[in-house]
Structures are given as C-alpha cells and as structure tokens.
C-alpha cells in the first residue's frame, strides 16, 4: 500500500475527517484526497463520507487489508487462487523482490516437503514470505524454526493449543492423537558464506472444514470456529520479523512450544533410522536424540512421536 493511503487511512480511523483537512494534513490536493479514498473503497475498505471521510470497515482478507495497521515491513501481494504461493515466491526472489509476502485464499499445485502434496483450499492462509537475512545457507534451518514458533504463537493468541514437531510441523493434541493444523516448506538460494533468499512457506488451515483437508489434519475452524484471518495473517508475520530480528530467542521460543522434546521419537535420516528420546534442540535446528547408548544430532529427516515404550 503507498504510503499516502495508508496515512489517510489512518487519518480517518475513529473520527470523520474533511477532504480539506485530510489534504492539508498529507499535504496533497483534494482531489487527490478523492482518488485516494475512491481507490481504497474499490480495494474493499467501507469509507464513509457523510460527516467528512470517516473508515467504516477494513475488507476481510487481501492485500491492503493484511498491510493496514501491519507492524512487519512487509509488501503484500495477494491472488485469490495461485498454484503455489511458494513458486510465486522464488520467481520473485530471483527476480529481485526483497520484503514481499505472497499470500492466497487458494492454492491449486501446492507442495510439501520433498515434493508431496499439500491440500490448499479456499478459506486457508497460503503465504510465503522473501526474506534476505544476513545468515550462512546453514543457518537457514533456524528460519523454518521461526516461521514454526511464529505460526504456533499466532495460533495460540487465537485460543489454539498449537504445538511444534521437529522441524516443522504445528499440530495439536486431541484425545485421537495429534492432529497437523500448519506445515512449513523451506526454500532457499545461497552463495557461499551468505543466503541469497529463502522462503519460509507457511501453510496454515484456517478457515477449512476438516472435510476438505487429508485425514490427521485440523483447521483453525475445527477448533475454535472461524478466524479473522487477516489480523492472523498480521500476527504470524509480525512474530515470524521479531523472532528474525531476535535469533537468539527463536531456539528459546521453540523448546517452549514444542511438542517433540520429552517424547520417544523415530527420525528417518537420510544415513537411517534414529530411535530414541528427544532431548533437545541445538542451533540452527538439530534435534539431539537420546538412543540409550549414546546422544545422536539429527539435521534433518521425518519424525515420528512414538508411543511411551
Ligand atoms: C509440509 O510438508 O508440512 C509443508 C507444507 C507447506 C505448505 C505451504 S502452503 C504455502 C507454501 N506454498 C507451497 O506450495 N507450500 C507452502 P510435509 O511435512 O511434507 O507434509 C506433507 C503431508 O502433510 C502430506 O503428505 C499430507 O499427508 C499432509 N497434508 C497435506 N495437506 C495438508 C493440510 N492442508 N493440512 C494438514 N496436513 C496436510
């Protein structure tokens, strides 16, 4: 949103404002005032003008709605179906962009990890922010911790009982087993000594009958009824800036939410099958297994909760 809507907006949030004053104050024309407001409404924001211009309403999902009241120097740029908001993304990143999240209600060719599908219907919260941190390409694995610590604390605003699954699963326990409310699907460019980008895509089932989505998942729906998916949106990513900001505290935060660490796990490593207890977690995001006989670091691979033996 250009800097000029988002000051007129907040100019007439609460109390109606004249064109006159609202131009004195951005210090512009008031027909440019005019064009302003007439552009805001067509994105969807209810302006009143009865008693000078006054904001009625915000519109319930998309770009300029995300960005309004947004506290994360993020661009937003929103489609309605896309195939996959992380492809967009890396297009976007080779491409130069820098600061932009792409988001959708829907995605058609949606991906998980290691090219599985991912169910992505209509009512969800499909984003996939560029960001450029000033890490090492090893390091990248703390900012899929991040976007993990980030999606459960939003969820948990919301009156979810998220947890965290190493590495990147947001789920929640219920009385038939953990269900998957979020996943994240990490992806990166690197030159030697520093990442280029990467993209944390978040995929987060919001506003979703569990009908629509594959058997073992939950919906923000199934569980607390339907959200205000902007301001989760805005939540997410603003949690996911701080902790960017902050990578001391994303190894704290995720120990605090995660589910995985006391439990006996299963991970499917590329070099095999580690059994044991998970102990804790070590930058950028190895996960310690106790096997018994000895301590085991685990980078990457798929983890099973097992059963207490
Ligand atoms: C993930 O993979 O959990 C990462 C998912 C990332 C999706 C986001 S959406 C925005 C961005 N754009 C993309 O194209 N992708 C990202 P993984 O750990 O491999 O889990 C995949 C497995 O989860 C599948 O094999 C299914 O069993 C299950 N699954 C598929 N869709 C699901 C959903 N909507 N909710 C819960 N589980 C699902």
Redo the contacts with the bound molecule.
Sequence with gaps: MNDTRRAVLEAIDGQGVSGADLAKRLDVTRAAVWKHVEALREEGFLIESDNGYRLVSVPEFGASAVEYGLDAPFEIEYHDTIG????RAREAASAGAENLVVLADE?TG?????D?????PSG?I???PVLRPDIPPAHAPLVTLAAAVATTTAAREAGVDARIKWP??VLVPTADGDR?LA???TEMEGEADRISWVVP???I?ANIDVAE??A??TSLRDQVGDVDRRVFTQRVLEALDELLSEEDAILERWRENALTLGQRVRVETASGIVEGEAIDIERPGTLLVDTGSETVRVHAGDCEHLRPA
Excluded: F, M, Y
């Design positions: 996959s908001t992380n492809d995605q949606s991906r998980g990890r290691l599985r599908e991912w169910s992505a969800g499909w984003v996939s990147n699963d998957k996943g994240i699907l895509g978040i995929g089932n989505l594959p073992g998942a």
